[in-house]
């Protein structure tokens, strides 16, 4: 089984001691490629492609000037430490044991526009860019860019693995960096819901949130397969059977 996350825009390097033991992205050749169209882009141009602020721009143009594919202790940081957003407040990482994070490393995997799949101990440099921004790198936007290396990268852990299945606990926009028709294999999505009024729908930080626990529910319970799942039971979410599908699981609040 492995458990798909998408990264976050706000990014921290921080040293921590304990983790021990860190690996290096996969795609490094790849992502210098993107760093070298990138660092030739104007400021204007910069801000225009990421549609920020002229602050955030500044910041952005410096990771870029400083980012080199040798990727040591000082200048980076595990990727599931450096990510900041919603989903990583739920996985809390810091708080988890040596021995489940080694686990994650063989199990989850997080999208990224800038390195395409980073592993938990990946180290990886500051940088801020989406898969889905305008950047053209060998006339390929960066979701051709990456959809078949990532697919047969995967492709290549579920032989090792001897397991086919997905949990997609990344946002739509990311979880399109994959060639599901590539990909022989089982995919469930969950998805969580509240009640508003008499509906119930999904409100972004509390899904985010969720996804974030879920994954590492799962890393924690070293669960192996997907009905095990519909026994999660967090923050008052429970599985609705009615909402679900085989490929979709619907967990409920309210």
Known sequence: ????????????????GFITETTLPDFLK????IVKTLKRFSFDDLQKLLNTSRPLTQTAMD???????????????????AFQGEAYSGFRAEEMS???????????????GLYGVLRPLDLIQPYRLDVADSILIDD???????????????????????DNT?????????????????LNCEIVT??????????????????????GKMARFILEN??????SLKFYEKDSYFFNEKMSTNNQFVFTRG
């Open 1 to 16: 089984m492995l458990i798909l996350l998408s990264p976050s825009k706000t990014i921290k390097i921080s040293q921590s």
């Open 30 to 33: 790849q992502s210098g490629k």
């Open 63 to 81: 990771y870029y000037q400083l980012w080199n594919r040798e990727h040591t202790s000082q200048r980076s940081c595990p990727a599931i430490l």
């Open 98 to 112: 040596n021995d489940t994070l080694l686990y994650a490393q063989q199990k989850l995997l997080i999208f990224s």
């Open 140 to 162: 390929k936007n960066l979701y051709h860019f990456w959809k078949n290396p990532i697919t047969l990268w995967i492709k290549k852990q579920f032989k090792m693995q001897g």
């Open 166 to 182: 997905i949990i997609n606990l990344a946002s739509k926009e990311y979880f399109k960096m994959l060639d599901q028709k590539k």
């Open 190 to 211: 969950p998805v969580f819901k509240d009640r508003i009024g008499d509906e119930y729908k999904i409100v972004s930080v509390f899904a985010k949130q969720s996804r």
């Open 222 to 227: 070293k669960i192996t397969d997907a009905d």
